[in-house]
């Protein structure tokens, strides 16, 4: 696929996606969608970690209201269902680590997309926003289902009831995100992140995202034997046997990825 709205740079095992719309604060609009979906699944296949970002002041304003000539009679279920159901799905199924590095204000579907990485690290300028309830909406792109498991009910409810900006430093205080950086050294620092996880047991960290997510859905019992099955598998790697080889011998593990 061609790409128009954003830069795809696949280097050191770090697929880097841009969000490139700068004019409109880097706005989703159908094609952009596309263009994510399939970078970011292109991404998963030949890198070993994905990272999302902005171009410009803005990582994401949220839906582009000007996509469309009448903005009143967007089909909104259409919408979501179609274009915005398989860009958070390529992104929640990515089978490598993924990285939100969130450079300025994330609002609207914007924010939550930035919430459907793995780790989500901001610059301490940049800010999320829950705007629906501003324009009569409620939280899409998945924010009703991110929000309470990543901030709690009460901060969930809140935030999309009230749609007030949430400063990266807020957000990082009420565990919504990972970290919170200088603007200083947010690039610098995304980058180091992006290249540790590049560098670990892929294998692993895929099977640390299933056994995380799968906990919401399990009991005690269920859990315990999700652990001791993946673990089982961690076990036959080449990356756990080299994983100890290296800390016996005190030195960096070689991951492979297998």
């Not at 780790?119 to 998945?142: C, H, K, N, W, Y």
């Not at 900006?165 to 950086?181: H, L, N, P, T, Y």
């Amino acid at each position: 696929m061609q790409y128009d709205t954003i830069q795809l740079d696949i280097r050191d095992d770090v697929a880097l996606v841009t969000l490139n719309r700068p004019d409109v604060m880097n706005a989703l609009n159908t094609q952009m969608r596309a263009e994510i979906t399939d970078a970011v699944t292109q991404g998963g296949r030949a890198a070993r970690v994905v990272v999302l970002t902005g171009s410009g002041r803005s990582f994401c304003s949220g839906q582009d209201l000007g996509d469309r000539a009448n903005a009143a009679n967007l089909d909104l279920e259409r919408t979501l269902r179609d274009e915005y159901v398989p860009m958070l799905r390529a992104i929640y199924d990515c089978p490598v680590p993924t990285i939100s590095a969130v450079n300025g204000a994330a609002a609207g579907a914007g924010a939550n997309l930035a919430l459907a990485a793995d780790v989500v690290i901001a610059t301490e300028s940049a800010f999320f926003l829950q705007a629906f309830a501003r324009i009569g909406l409620i939280p899409d792109a998945g924010g009703t289902w991110y929000l309470p498991r990543q901030m709690g009910l009460a901060k969930a409810m809140g935030a999309a009831l009230f749609a007030e900006k949430i400063s990266a430093r807020q957000a990082d205080d009420w565990g919504m995100i990972w970290e919170c950086v200088p603007d200083d050294a947010f690039v610098d620092h995304w980058q180091t992140r992006a290249a540790q996880l590049a560098n670990g047991p892929t294998g692993a960290y895929a099977r640390i995202k299933e056994a995380i997510r799968g906990s919401f859905d399990n009991d005690l019992e269920e859990q315990l034997a999700l652990e001791a099955k993946l673990q089982g598998q961690c076990g036959k790697t080449r990356d756990f046997k080299e994983g100890v080889v290296a800390f016996m011998e005190k030195r960096p593990a070689l991951y492979e990825g297998r």
